[in-house]
């Protein structure tokens, strides 16, 4: 797992980091609970997007801003993300589309402490 996702101007190997996260043995038509638990958030608090790339759909949860800037405690500042299944594997995508081109010379990146999984 990714220590952060995001864009920052400190990482040397540059560009957006997101998250991928492969699920499998789904039973289809059922929803999942992905809860990221976060511990910080720098840059401007605006949204991280959860996208289903593959084999499902985001049905809450699917855009998720902190106003807090700094560490924080995962727990209480968890996002939630509920996911349908279309297939018995799906893929999620956690980010946000910030790039050295876009983001005016900041770096917006949410620390990433754990993520986990239940069934609905």
Known sequence: MRSYIGFSFGDPSGGNKAQFIQLTNLTVGKNYTVDVYPSGN??????????????GTVVSGSCMGWLTIGQFQSIT???RIVVRADSQTMTLRIGNYWNEN??????????????????D
Not at 42 to 55: K, L, M
């Open 77 to 79: 500042n968890k996002w």
């Open 42 to 55: 720098y840059g401007d608090g605006n949204c991280y997007y959860a996208e289903a790339y593959s084999g």
């Open 102 to 119: 876009n983001s005016n010379g900041f770096s917006r990146v949410l620390l990433i402490d754990a993520i986990g999984l239940k069934s």
